[in-house]
């Protein structure tokens, strides 16, 4: 387990809930992680404390979402009103509830159930902060508590916690010792993991492999020191595009565009550039440049995103440059194609 004492302390929290309406509720869109929770966390609410649980994803689940909700048979509801306590799940910030941040201001009970850095300050004084950020994912943490709680997993629940541990660990790839052990002992409840994961796969579709790669085709390199940043233009499947070129060789990639309110743009790096300079991108990036541009912004450490209220793209990029560049006490140098 681990952290004993905030599995204790929620475990103890959600008891006082016992035979209560709990409405469960992800970020806009879900992912595998906070679905996954949601599915497992529902069925002991109400195999262990007689709670009624309902669930909620905020603009609708996206198509990944969509996938493992069918596999799980978890559906939602529409109305948000109907619940004695609210229990958010996987949400950074207030704003990653889209229009369902209204509960916040609903006078009824709100946990928010993360492992996400930026959540305990930004939910501060509006909710009941559950969070700690060594957990790999809100699966994890959903986990430790089925084991605290003596919680006999299925094969589906399994399957869930499994699905967002895997997704949310970036395939496995930044899980650390504790966080695979987790997954080899669920994949031991009997789960296939092949027919499970081949199953959540969507093939990309060609809009996103077009943006993909029109975000290479007007990237632009950087290099700060040994480091190099690539930037790039694009106002939808940006943080697919920003994963892209992170893997195409950069340390840092960094996607802005226009969108609905002003400029969006998402950032993405390797652990490598995070262990070895302490920037998290969630917290010294984004939050940072959301908030100087009268926007919001958040995430993790090597993937995150700011909202900015600006017209003007390249300026809120080159603000990005200069933030990092502030931070590194290197000027960022334009690499001539
Ligand atoms: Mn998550």
């Known amino acids: 387990m681990r952290s004993a004492a905030l599995i204790e302390l929620m475990a103890k929290r959600l008891r006082d809930f016992s035979e209560k309406t709990i409405m469960i509720l992800t970020h806009v869109g879900g992912d595998p992680d906070s679905i996954g929770a949601a599915y497992v966390l529902s069925n002991i609410l109400g195999r262990l404390m007689k709670s009624r649980t309902l669930f909620v994803i905020p603009e609708g689940p996206s198509t990944h979402s969509t996938a493992l909700m069918n596999r799980l048979g978890l559906s939602t509801s529409e109305d948000i009103n109907y619940a004695d306590v609210y229990l958010v799940l996987d949400c950074g910030s207030p704003e990653q509830l889209g229009e369902s941040v209204q509960i916040l201001s609903s006078g009824k009970p709100i946990m928010v159930l993360d492992h996400h850095s930026t959540s305990m300050e930004k939910f501060e004084g509006r909710a009941e902060v559950y969070a700690l950020d060594d957990y790999s994912s809100v699966c994890e943490i959903v986990f ?9 997993l299925s094969i589906e629940e399994a399957e869930a916690l499994f699905a967002g541990i895997y997704y949310d660990t970036v395939r496995l790839s930044v899980a650390d010792r504790e966080a695979l052990r987790k997954a080899c002992a669920l994949a031991s409840r009997g789960i296939d993991p092949r027919d499970l994961l081949q199953g959540l796969e969507i093939k990309m579709d060609l809009s996103e492999r077009i943006a993909r790669l029109k975000a290479a085709a007007r990237m632009r390199i950087y290099r700060v020191g040994d480091w190099v940043i690539a930037v790039s233009r694009l106002s939808s499947f940006q943080s697919s595009a920003a994963r892209s070129l992170v893997n195409l060789g950069a340390h840092v990639a960094i996607i802005g ?21 302490g920037i998290n991108l969630g917290k010294d990036i984004a939050a940072r440049i959301g908030e100087e541009f009268g926007g919001h912004g958040g995430g993790h450490s090597m993937a995150a995103k700011a909202y900015c209220k600006e017209r003007d793209v390249e300026r809120v990029i080159s603000r990005c440059m200069e933030v990092i560049g502030e931070k590194l006490g290197i000027t960022a140098r334009l690499i001539k194609p």
């Not at 430790?144 to 006999?152: G, H």
């Not at 565009?257 to 300079?277: Q, Y």
């Open 144 to 152: 430790d508590l089925a084991t605290y709680l003596s919680y006999d």
């Open 257 to 277: 565009g226009e969108s609905d309110e002003g400029v969006s743009i998402s950032f993405r790096a390797l652990k490598e550039f995070v262990d070895a300079t």
